[in-house]
């Protein structure tokens, strides 16, 4: 089965970094588009940024262009999202997921908080 296993959030500074981790199986991840989205209370998950399947393109929403990376290592089957100059906005719980109708999975996020 499909996994998707978020990891490395928590309670930061404004202004701080946060590093997210995906680590997935149970799917061909070298082959398979990524993504992160988020999702703040009251509010739908929106998608914050893909990555292609070999890394070669990035896109980002708006709100964190600059500042968030995504990357992956597809050895470890793992997804990244490097976090910078977090903003109180930034607080919701973050989920990664294929690009793909076929891989309809969510994992249990992570949560991250930005406040003072």
């Known amino acids: 089965q499909v996994q998707l296993v978020e990891s490395g959030g928590g309670l930061v500074q404004p202004g701080g970094s946060l590093r997210l981790s995906c680590a997935t199986s149970?799917?061909?991840?070298?082959?398979?588009?990524m993504s992160w989205y988020r999702q703040a209370p009251g509010k739908e998950r929106e998608l914050v940024a893909r990555?292609?399947?070999?890394?070669?393109?990035?896109t980002y929403a708006d709100s964190v262009k600059g500042r968030f990376t995504i990357s992956r290592d597809n050895a470890k089957a793992t997804l990244y999202l490097q976090m910078n100059s977090l903003k109180s906005e930034d607080t919701a719980r973050y989920y990664c997921?294929?690009?793909?109708?076929?891989?309809?999975?969510w994992g249990q996020g992570t949560q991250v908080t930005v406040s003072s």
């Open positions: 149970g799917f061909t991840f070298s082959n398979t588009d």
């Open positions: 997921k294929a690009v793909s109708p076929a891989l309809l999975y």
């Open positions: 990555i292609t399947s070999a890394g070669g393109s990035t």
